[in-house]
């Protein structure tokens, strides 16, 4: 009712512009300005000035014809065909009047009419008759004519083989029938001809879409909406709009697919397609009464859209309004029986009302419907859950000695067993009358593998014994008896199997590839390969076993062969992100952070929901640097996968490399009050907090810990970090004592630190009788050692040092040269060979070359001093205790110039240096 009172007011001021302005603007002005407005895209007021014109002369043929081309395109098909015919009744010729007649009977929805309107024998011009002929075509294949349509394309792209209309038509056809590649082909071929043609764009979208290929039909798409749809509909363009916002949402765009279904529910209020992807976006927000209201909005319009029924139902069985969810389900379930997803969600809704015996049923049914489909299949068996014998029991119903029925029940068992449910399986598989004829061979397969899933391995030999006495010319029968003599790694007779199968099926894929896993299982990486790419050349999308062939290749250390193999498996699996999950991961062990990472982004883009590879890519984020995409990613994975505490833990450690600090220890917080019996997460939480400076909440943290840890030792270690960083080194003594006692070695070094800042006498004693227990535990003894360093103990380093250079054959550089220095400091004569020997092993070493210099010196070898102190001052110039050595050996073979230049360049800075005092020293003694 608004929309007719807007038209009858504009009505009522065309009416006025008629009465009081035409005579004074004339036909010709408004004509000429009409055709204007057309050409820049104004319909309306193209429309308008028409009128106008068509007022003062009713019988103006190219005003009528005007009205129709600018009512066409401004969506108003029905005025479009009246306005074009009454041209045509005025004397405008056929050839302009028919082509844009048949379009816009098709676009009104009235494509059975085209045939009877318009006539291939009143046109003249080729380029009107090639035009008509397309749109014939067109109509042809909307009214089911498929055959027709085509031949009709075909003749037209023999004279003009760039012409979009039936380059886009022999898509769609090609489409229809599934064909993906070739509607692909013909779309490509309509872009290169018109890059402005939304149908050409939209054809292209569709036909990418058709082959799941994400990215190709989003851009497609975003072409569509981005250019003025001249030659498709405006039905057209709302329908490619919701085709982009549900691919949007199948990538995880919702904000970006809710600005699109905004503007088509703008342009249709209450259309039934706008209002169901609004209820799909509320209801994945969670959003359930607006998601009711949209969708109940779309049946009121449309009661039969089985869409809107399967979510609403979805909702209702949510909401545990069981009686509803079954009413809707049921309904969708009649009118799409292979409907696996429906059926799932029916049976639950009858189980909810206690109704086991119908939701057994129910998926008996869809098993016999999908029996073709493996997915489907594995969704319902999923759903049957521990009512699994009960489905199985109704499986036998109605009809138990149908072929189909049987064969259905063959596949489901397949089923039961890939999901590991081998018992069920098994009883299936003995039921008798299961199968007859081929397929009882099928069936004897199936027992020999089911028995072998569900760990009877005595009965699988035994089975697969049979199954090759009853069919020893069958090559499966073979294979399947090696299968389980791999599996039980009865190597030599699971080789004589498959070389039967081989001898029986030469040409067998399956049998090379399991020839080249046992290959593979025997560590026979050259064989695997040999086999593997023979059964390639047969079946060369086999994605297992070219993942088999790039293990089989990496094991040779062909990394670039390996990676290849990925590669074609990626190819062949257009949807598998295992290829590119690997991929990444062996350029990453490479070292080929950047290739690795694209791979992982490749991984992405097939599973934008996989919890595990937006975890790696987070991962390989974060090692380049790229610390705030990391996090993204890892938020990512942890919104597919809210409960997994290791995905919660990476994103709190992602969060803490970018310096988001708040945002880290919230998702620690969370983490810990959710799982408190996780250790890990709650010392970080503790580490995090004293970083803050919050101790004591650190030592709530670190007392939590100590109640969880059943003794181990991280909550003390926690609670000494938290103490010490307090100030309180007594209490964080005793605490790290006590994780010292629970097994705790990196306790072992703060609980020394800690008892020499409380004056505890002798505070390495622990450190001391650690070593006594634990003689070969190098990292604490270097650690101990160190620490007598620091304190300026060298004759208790030294003992250290030297077990550390026995334990390391004396070929450690670093080692031997802590080792001379302590020899120096204590004047003990093995002080310049040890430097020496360490300088042998790292000559480029600065520290290790200062070492010998000094002792040189010390030594009376001024020039050897000198010449090594030379070296090092290039090696570390910013080294200023490097540079007072060196300074000290000009000074003693008497530069004493040369030497007060160092000593400026060591003392002129603010930079404190172990020896800046003696440089003081010998600065004045210079000067």
């Known amino acids: 009712m608004m929309q007719q009172g807007i038209r009858y007011w504009l009505g009522l001021a065309s009416l006025a512009i008629i009465v009081t302005g035409c005579g004074a603007q004339g036909v010709d002005e408004l004509m000429e300005r009409a055709a204007e407005m057309r050409e820049q895209g104004r319909y309306q007021s193209a429309i308008a000035d028409y009128r106008e014109v068509l007022e003062e002369n009713p019988d103006n043929a190219e005003a009528r014809y005007g009205l ?66 397309a749109l014939i075509g067109e109509a042809h294949r909307q009214t089911g004519n498929q055959q027709a349509a085509r031949r009709a394309f075909e003749d037209v792209l023999a004279r003009d083989d760039d012409h979009v209309t039936a380059l886009v038509g022999l898509s769609r056809l090609a489409a229809n029938a599934n064909r993906p590649s070739d509607a692909a082909d013909f779309a490509e071929r309509a872009v290169a001809a018109d890059e402005q043609s939304p149908a050409a764009w939209l054809a292209t979208a569709n036909a990418a879409r058709l082959a799941n290929r994400r990215d190709d039909a989003l851009a497609a798409y975003e072409r569509v909406l981005d250019l003025p749809f001249t030659d498709i509909s405006v039905q057209e363009q709302f329908n490619a709009r919701g085709q982009y916002a549900q691919i949007l949402l199948a990538e995880g765009r919702q904000d970006e697919a809710k600005e699109h279904v905004e503007t088509m529910r703008q342009q249709g209020t209450r259309h039934p397609y706008a209002n169901y992807l609004a209820g799909v976006i509320a209801y994945g927000d969670g959003d359930l009464d607006t998601a009711k209201e949209r969708l109940q909005t779309v049946l009121s319009n449309a009661p039969n859209n089985m869409p809107a029924q399967f979510v609403l139902g979805a909702i209702r069985l949510q909401e545990e309004q069981y009686a509803q969810a079954v009413n809707l389900l049921q309904d969708v379930v009649s009118a799409q029986p292979a409907n696996a997803q429906a059926r799932a969600m029916l049976a639950t809704a009858h189980r909810g009302m206690d109704q086991g015996e119908r939701a057994s049923r129910v998926l008996a049914e869809g098993i016999r419907h999908v029996a073709d489909d493996s997915e489907a299949l594995a969704l319902l068996a999923r759903a049957a859950g521990d009512d699994i014998e009960s489905v199985i029991a109704n499986l036998d119903t109605p009809d138990p000695g149908n072929p189909e029925t049987q064969r259905a029940r063959l596949r489901f068992a397949r089923t039961l067993m890939g999901q590991g449910a081998a018992q069920p399986a098994l009883a299936l598989l003995e039921q008798p009358g299961l199968a007859g004829g081929d397929d009882e061979l099928m069936r004897r397969q199936y027992l020999a593998l089911a028995a072998l899933r569900g760990g009877e391995t005595d009965r699988a030999v035994q089975e697969a014994e049979a199954l090759v006495d009853n069919y020893p010319e069958s090559a499966p029968a073979h294979n399947v008896a090696g299968g389980v003599y791999m599996a039980l790694e009865r190597f030599d007779e699971a080789q004589a199997a498959f070389e039967r199968a081989s001898e029986l099926a030469p040409d067998s894929a399956q049998v090379a590839f399991n020839m080249g896993l046992l290959a593979l299982s025997q560590d026979n990486a050259e064989g695997a390969v040999s086999h593997l790419e023979r059964g390639l050349q047969i079946a060369p999308d086999n994605l297992t076993a070219l993942m088999a062939l790039a293990e089989a290749h990496n094991r040779l250390g062909n990394t670039a062969d390996a990676i290849n193999a990925l590669e074609r498996g990626a190819t062949a699996a257009e949807e598998a992100v295992q290829p590119y999950v690997a991929i990444a991961r062996l350029q990453r062990r490479e070292g080929n952070l950047e290739a690795a990472l694209a791979a992982a982004d490749r991984a992405v883009q097939r599973a934008r929901r996989n919890p595990q590879v937006l975890a790696l890519q987070g991962r390989l984020r974060l090692e380049a640097g790229q610390a705030e995409a990391a996090v993204d990613s890892l938020q990512a994975a942890v919104d597919a996968a809210p409960d997994s505490a290791e995905l919660r833990f990476q994103l709190a450690q992602a969060q803490s490399e970018e310096g988001d600090t708040q945002g880290s220890l919230a998702t620690l917080k969370a983490l810990v009050a959710d799982r408190p019996e996780l250790i890990q997460p709650a010392y970080t939480l503790a580490m995090t907090q004293i970083e803050q400076g919050n101790y004591e909440a650190a030592l709530e943290t670190a007392h939590a810990l100590k109640e969880q840890d059943n003794g181990t030792g991280p909550g003390n270690l926690a609670q000494g970090h938290a103490l010490s960083a307090a100030g309180e080194h007594e209490a964080a003594a005793a605490a790290y004592d006590r994780a010292v006692d629970a097994g705790q070695r990196d306790a072992l070094g703060p609980l020394v630190t800690s008892r020499n800042e409380a004056g505890i006498d002798n505070p390495a004693a622990p450190l001391e009788r650690w070593l006594e227990n634990n003689p070969d535990d190098n990292g604490s003894r270097m650690s101990l050692a160190q620490w007598y360093v620091q304190r300026g103990d060298y004759l208790e380093a030294v003992p250290h040092f030297e077990a550390l250079a026995e334990a390391t054959n004396h070929d450690n550089a670093s080692i031997l040269n802590n080792l001379a220095w302590s020899y120096h400091e204590i004047d003990d004569d ?49 080294n200023l205790g490097i540079r007072y050595h060196y ?32 440089a003081h020293r010998l600065m004045e003694e210079l000067e």
């Open 68 to 133: 129709g081309v600018a009512s066409l395109r401004q969506g108003e098909y029905g005025r479009a065909v009246d306005a074009l015919e009454r041209a045509r009744a005025g004397g405008i010729s056929a050839d302009r009047i028919d082509p844009k007649l048949a379009r816009a009977l098709i676009w009104d929805r009235r494509a059975e009419e085209v045939h009877a309107r318009v006539s291939m024998d009143d046109l003249t011009d080729s380029d009107a008759r090639a035009d008509l002929e």
């Open 830 to 878: 093995r002080a310049l060979e040890t430097a020496r020997a360490a300088h042998e092993l790292a000559p480029d070493s600065p520290a290790v070359t200062d070492t010998l210099g000094w002792i040189e010196l010390q030594a009376g070898n001024v020039e050897r001093a000198i010449e090594l102190l030379s070296n090092a001052v290039e090696q570390a110039p910013d």
């Open 887 to 918: 300074a000290a050996a000009l000074a003693e073979s008497g530069e004493t110039g040369r030497a007060r230049e160092q000593l400026r360049e060591a003392l002129d800075t603010d930079e404190p240096f172990p020896s800046r005092e003696q």
